[in-house]
Nanobody, 126 residues
């Protein structure tokens, strides 16, 4: 059973950076795909980025060029490096995992990911 635990959230001013971490236990390389989602108050959960096999990635349009998803396979930790943060990036950020094929996950639909962490809060002030 895969388990996920996020950390690294916090408060930052617009233009700043944060790196989120997600410790993944029970991860099976070449089987599990990993992703970051976020949910702002009053809004639906939305995909940020996903990764497969440590070399295939997909990003939401708002994340391209500012956010980077990566996996340290030596310690099974998933990262989300977030640069040039904006107030609209304020949300609870979650990491998620799925065993489904990349075809089902590339569009970052939360319903395709059955495993979730508890989330870490990111607040960006203007």
């Amino acid at each position: 059973q895969i388990q996920l635990a996020e950390s690294g959230g916090g408060s930052v001013q617009a233009g700043g950076s944060l790196r989120l971490s997600c410790e993944v236990s029970g991860y099976v390389p070449n089987s599990h795909k990993l992703a970051w989602f976020r949910q702002a108050p009053g809004k639906e959960r939305e995909g940020v980025a996903a990764l497969a096999r440590n070399d295939i990635t997909t990003y939401a349009s708002y994340a391209k060029g500012r956010f980077t998803i990566s996996l340290d396979s030596t310690n099974n930790t998933l990262y989300l490096q977030m640069n040039d943060l904006k107030p609209e990036d304020t949300a609870m950020y979650y990491c998620a995992a799925s065993l489904k094929g990349w075809y089902y996950l590339v569009n970052l639909r939360s319903t395709e990911f059955p495993y979730w962490g508890q989330g870490t809060q990111v607040s960006v002030s203007s």
